[in-house]
């Protein structure tokens, strides 16, 4: 069994997003169908198999890298509060598996680089259209339905 997703929301989800100022009704919805989605009702924090995919958001190390070169890089302020979040050990990779909310905010600013704006939060589908365009890609084994399936599973 995973996280219990009230717990989640509420003690994590919710107010890691509200101290970096990223907070939306959709915002919330998208982050708990990514992490749901992405690691089997959050259960796994490593991708199963070979693959690098890490915590339970499945984010791959070469798109942690890619946050903090490419978009980290110039803005500054953001950088520093997302760094607020580290614990000093282990490596910030390591810490998508072992601390929810630096996790969080890594997943929040991924979707922050997308240009196209978030749908509505109970816009299911377009939130799983999304996330799937924008997070686990056309090369990715996730579906639509699966994202929703378990968005209206959780709630």
Known sequence: MGLNVHQFRTYVLRP???RIGLHSNSAEMLLL??????????????QLGNGPAKGIYQMEPTTHED?????????KELR???????????????????????ATVMCRVHYLRVKAPLPGA??????????KTHYNTHLGAGQPNTFVRHLREAI
């Open 122 to 131: 109970n816009d299911l589908s377009g939130l799983a259209n999304y996330w």
């Open 33 to 46: 169908g990514t992490a749901l989605t992405e690691s089997g009702d959050m259960h796994y924090l490593h």
């Open 80 to 102: 520093r509060e997302i760094l607020a979040f580290l614990a000093p050990v282990p490596e910030p990779i390591e810490q998508l598996m072992t601390n929810l909310a630096y």
């Open 16 to 18: 890691t997003l509200e």
């Open 67 to 75: 946050i903090y070169d490419n978009y980290l890089k110039y803005k």
